[in-house]
């Protein structure tokens, strides 16, 4: 069985017997993708960890670019992002998903590139 890894998840070896926490650009992935799912204030041990989604206002006719700031915001306050290369904001009108589409440069030198999606509900 050859080697699996998913980035900003575990790694395991190549026959799957062993796995380790994502080190390097996979543990800042991890980072990212976690604080990403977490509304701000509501984490009691750390009230300043996420996104202020709340405070951005993600409600019908939300300022996108309101909400790019946000993520900027969030993703250089991301342990091991060093500067954020771009950063898009689609939303699917049909399935009420935002997309935000970021590329962003880590203290490992690496280039981080995801997507990360967001339903709205309202």
Not at 31 to 54: D, K, M, Q
Not at 94 to 105: C, G, M, N, P
């Amino acid at each position: 069985m050859p080697g699996f890894q998913i980035p900003g998840d575990l790694t395991l070896n190549e026959d799957a017997t062993d796995m380790a926490l994502a080190t390097g650009i996979n543990a800042i992935a991890q980072s990212v993708r976690t604080g990403a799912l977490v509304f701000r204030g509501y984490w009691r041990y750390e009230l300043n960890a996420g996104i202020p989604y709340l405070d951005a206002a993600f409600d019908k006719g939300a300022d996108l670019g309101i909400i790019r700031t946000v993520f900027w915001r969030f993703l250089l306050d991301t342990p091991g992002i060093v500067a954020v290369e771009s950063l898009t904001l689609t939303f699917d009108e049909e399935s009420r998903i935002l997309y935000v589409d970021f590329t962003a440069r880590t203290t490992t030198g690496e280039i981080l590139s995801d997507s990360l999606p967001f339903p709205i509900l309202s």
